[in-house]
């Protein structure tokens, strides 16, 4: 191997990624490690901070022991968004577990403020709607759950980021503690106007804002790597921090209006490049995709659904089956779902419908339903949800998308690619791209270090949808019948 290489993590939910990437986009090695989620009780999430610190410490020493020639020019990050660590500033000790964006534990916070009417006054701010998801409630969740914190933050001792500034502080050995603007403004602490924190959203939140990372442009070099923290040499550059929806779009070359790409993972970000900052009227986010340090700075709307491939993990679990494959053969042992529709509302509803209190449901069973039904329903959610997002930045943006470009597993299972098709009513676009959130964090920053840019994105699979329109219809009915049913509960009894 010869000339320069990036070295792009990719730490999500689910599983921790590291590639080593040429300037031409090409992957010259590849390791992963699976992550756990630890749910402690009803509607919380968290993971071990120092696990995942540990995992992207042992897969990068995996890289370089299989690649020990490789020249490494630079480390670029995408991330897992809205998870929060807490970590002693001397030490680097976690003060408690990293609480992770499916988390529901603010949950009481949010409905306060909502009560309080800041609903407004945020979402003018930072472009999002009150919701555990967003980190400032959980920050200051931990803050006062945390015995001691709170004081031990206002003396200066207590470090408070996402997964990305995490990761920066321990490659750093402490020397820098940052994040870039895609990942500031998923905080709910960042006004998209001034592009930096908001003191008056902190005041809100209750957030100290000293205890928050510097921002910096996602592409502009955050400090370089402390000798003997890893089995990279001292002093290699982390070039690019980026959230991985963020990074994803990158990827698929979405720099101007006009398309959409979704990430559908454990759960799904759809996401449309934009104009400045649209203000959504349809349950969307406004959010930076990007920045970079020649002043460009890349607007973007988006749509996040809180459960979407782990849907699919839960049904195979809940079915007894041996694995997600087996899941979809069951499927496809059926021509549809016989009127049956699951809501994957296990972690509440995101977008287009904010429902914190919503539970997942499975209707329109009769004698007749199999097992099959059911798995058909559960792959057949995940495309109605990112329909139903489909539709709101359609609204939002005043425009009709054709095409609808995809990453994640969803692009390696034919049936799921169908039913996107089918149910949405627009074209299914694959890139022949893998690991779309990687790559899309190495082609910045290649392109930062005036290496040979590369075009991720590549020729693409299209699916067009092949079902009749009435068809498509009546299970849009039934789902939105289903959803609402789901919703109104929720929101009678505060749980479905």
Known sequence: MSGPVILALDQGTTNTKALLVAPDGSVLAARSRPMQVNYPQPGWAEQSASDIWEAVAALIAEL???EPHAEIAALAISNQRETVVLWEAETGRPVAPAVIWQCARSAERCAALKTA???????????LGIDPLFPAAKIAWLLDAVPGVRERAARGEIKVGTIDSWLLWNLTGGAVHATDHSNASRTQLFNLDTLDWDA???????????????????????????AGITALPAGTPVQVLLGDSHAALFAHGIHAPGRVKATIGTGSSLMAATDGRVRSSHGLSSTIAWSRTDGGVQHALEGNISVSGHAAAFATSLLGLADEQALTSLAESVPDSAGVAFIPALAGL????WETAARGTISGMTLATRPAHVARATLEAIALQIGDVLDAIEADLGIKLTELSIDGGAARNPLLVRLLADLTGHVIA???????SALGVARLAAAALGLN???????AERVAPALAADARASIRRNWRLAVDQVIARARETGVA
Not at 430 to 436: F, G, H, K, R
């Open 64 to 66: 370089v022991a299989a």
């Open 117 to 127: 009417g800041h609903g407004d006054e945020i979402a003018a701010r930072s472009g």
């Open 200 to 226: 008056e959203l902190a005041r809100i939140f209750d957030v100290p804002l000293d205890v928050l990372p510097r921002i910096a442009p996602s592409d502009s070099g955050f400090g370089a790597v402390a």
């Open 350 to 353: 995101g977008a287009p419908h």
């Open 430 to 436: 694959v890139p022949q791209i893998a690991e779309a």
């Open 453 to 459: 840019g590369h075009d991720t994105g590549g020729a």
